[in-house]
């Protein structure tokens, strides 16, 4: 294995031979979020949709995506002619794992005409049959903006409760859910949080739209504090008054919070993404080595011509919608 400081050097000057940029999830390992700027590896770092709009826009040969599966294939969908490689394939999501694109038929057949929404979290055969992507960012502007009294979101169970609560009371409209879970924001029960507040009454709560509905309901009294994407974390803190967070998401955030904000305490029960902890800087070394080798194909992201373009679709309106 090579040493992280030499992995790192070599990194950026494989980056600049080979014509590659580095793309970064906010739940990848600390080292793999410090930007090429500040002496790390990635040129961009972001939420999934964030991610996703950066990966349109790339000029480069190669993108490597430090991310997980579904994210890589988005990559791929709306930047096909550039190679998108992913440094571990078992980097997968049990939400994108929770369904597939006959299951997505059968929902449609049970409900004719109801629009599918489908979380970016799910592979390209589930978006290829749905009608509108969204992200945790956007999930929320998108299901109000879709006409008739029903919609079917998914595959996340939680986030469509979390997003029911607030558009029926809104419009009335009836979501149609499928029982996908995220297997780390699933963890975070109202038991866990509450007894965080108990012990930091002062603290503020910041939970993700994927956490269990009844936990969001208490989180958010006492201190208050924020339920949604990632990126709406981030802001929140920034704005708040307040010095001290309870992080309800993903263990490394917690990190990308505490470099971004360091004046601020966060209290964070570590719970890792097992999926997205399989990207690691020695992988992705040796994805930017296999380069122009006979190994490239083994971390290359491929699909199927027609699966990418009728993925293609949905992805496009919601990026039109932001
Ligand atoms: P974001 O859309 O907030 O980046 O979420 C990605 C994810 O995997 C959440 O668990
Ligand atoms: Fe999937 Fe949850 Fe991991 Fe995100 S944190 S990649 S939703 S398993």
New binding site residues.
């Given amino acids: 294995e090579t040493g992280l400081l030499a992995a790192v050097e070599e990194i950026r000057e494989l980056k600049r031979r080979k014509n590659a940029v580095v793309l970064s999830h906010f739940?990848m390992p600390a080292e793999l979020q410090v930007k090429h700027q500040e002496g790390g590896i990635a040129d961009f770092v972001g939420d999934s949709l964030g991610l996703s709009v950066a990966a349109k826009n790339v000029e480069a040969d190669y993108i490597i995506f430090c991310g997980?599966k579904f994210m890589a294939e988005t990559a791929k969908i709306l930047n096909p002619a550039k190679q998108v490689l992913l440094p571990s394939f078992e980097a997968g999501?049990?939400?994108?794992e929770s369904i597939t694109g006959a299951d997505v038929r059968r929902l449609k057949a049970q409900h004719p005409g109801v629009p599918v929404v489908a979380y970016i979290?799910t592979y390209a055969e589930t978006k290829a049959e749905s009608d509108i992507c969204c992200t945790s960012r956007n999930a929320m502007d998108i299901a109000r903006s879709l006409g008739g009294d029903k919609l079917i979101f998914l595959p996340d169970l939680y986030m469509g409760r979390n997003l029911q609560t607030k558009i029926k009371a809104e419009t009335g409209k009836e979501l149609i859910l499928w029982e996908g879970r995220?297997?780390?924001?699933e963890q975070f029960t109202p038991q866990r949080i509450n007894g965080l507040k108990l012990m930091y009454p002062e603290a503020q709560v910041l939970v993700h739209w994927?956490v269990p509905d009844n936990t969001v309901s208490d989180a958010l009294t006492g201190a208050g504090g924020v339920v949604g994407s990632t990126s709406d974390i981030i802001r929140f803190v920034g704005e708040s008054q307040s010095r001290q967070f309870i992080l309800g998401s993903?263990c490394d955030l917690g990190a990308t919070l505490r470099g971004m904000y360091p004046e601020k305490e966060f209290i964070v029960p570590c719970i890792k993404?097992p999926?997205?902890k399989q990207i690691s800087i020695q992988n992705t070394l040796e994805a930017l080595r296999a380069i122009g080798t006979a190994q490239e194909a083994m971390f290359e992201v491929r699909l199927e011509a027609e699966i990418m373009k009728r993925a293609l679709a949905p992805i496009e309106r919601m990026l039109a919608f932001s």
Wanted: negative net charge; aromatic residues 6%; contains cysteine.
């Fill in positions: 739940y997980v999501c049990s939400l994108a979290n995220c297997e780390v924001h994927e993903e993404c999926h997205m």
